[in-house]
Structure formats: structure tokens, C-alpha cells
């Protein structure tokens, strides 16, 4: 399974920016996968920012981002997004997605273990809001 993030980038405070993350290698992307956007400040872990979950259950938001990022999948693409508005300068960081079959209880918990239990990950993109 691959997972490319695009989309960082520089932004002042207050502005927007959305993150995209083309997943393959999936099969046709059915199944119990978990995906999800995960993000690291220098010197600190890894902490989650949402997963989504097939269904109609969540999706799953940090309590930092409740009501400013939406989490959303066009499975058509197989492409997984990231909109972030009003965005803070502590919500600079790489910023991850990530992806595997999980269930829904593990999907709700990997937004609080910081991923920990996935196993496919992108190479990350950049956040930066001053």
C-alpha cells in the first residue's frame, strides 16, 4: 500500500490549506480500512488529527481541530483529504496520512494513540502557519 500527501505548505493565521493523500495499492479500496491524518512538531510525538471509517459512524477529530478541519474521502479517486481552516501556528507540524484494516473501535483509537496500530504511512507534507 503507498500513500503520497500533497497540499502543505506556508499560511498565515486564520487562512486555510487542504491536504490530499492518493492511496494504492489497496485492492479496489473496499474492506475495513481505517484512514486517517496524523501530524509531528519538531520534539514532540506523533499525535492524531482524524480517521474515517467506512459506514456511517464518525469520522474521528482531535479535540484541538473539532470544527475547524473536515476529514473526507473521494473513493472514486482513492484519495484521501484534509481541510483546515482557521488555521493556528500550533497546528504547524509534518502532517501524515496513514492507512490499514482496522475496526471501527480501532479507528475511533487511533485518533487518541497517535496511529500506533496502523501500518501504511506517507512520506509526509509540510504545515506551516505563522
Known amino acids: 500500500v503507498q500513500l503520497v500527501e500533497s497540499g502543505g505548505g506556508s499560511v498565515q493565521a486564520g487562512g486555510s490549506l487542504r491536504l490530499s493523500c492518493a492511496v494504492s495499492?489497496?485492492?479496489?479500496?473496499?474492506?475495513?480500512?481505517?484512514t486517517g491524518w496524523f501530524r509531528q512538531a519538531p520534539g514532540q510525538e506523533r499525535e492524531g488529527v482524524a480517521t474515517?471509517?467506512?459506514?456511517?459512524?464518525?469520522?474521528f477529530y482531535a479535540d484541538s481541530v473539532k470544527g475547524r478541519f473536515t476529514i473526507s474521502q473521494d473513493n472514486a479517486k482513492n484519495t484521501l483529504y484534509l481541510q483546515m481552516n482557521s488555521l493556528k501556528p500550533e497546528d504547524t507540524a509534518m502532517y501524515y496520512c496513514?492507512?490499514?484494516?482496522?475496526?471501527?473501535?480501532?479507528?475511533?483509537?487511533?485518533?487518541?494513540?497517535?496511529?500506533?496500530?496502523?501500518?501504511?504511512w506517507g512520506q509526509g507534507t509540510q504545515v506551516t502557519v505563522s
Open positions: 474515517i471509517y467506512p459506514g456511517s459512524a464518525g469520522p
Open positions: 496513514a492507512a490499514d484494516l482496522s475496526s471501527l473501535y480501532g479507528c475511533a483509537v487511533a485518533v487518541r494513540t497517535g496511529g500506533t496500530a496502523l501500518d501504511y
Open positions: 495499492g489497496n485492492g479496489d479500496g473496499s474492506g475495513y480500512w481505517c
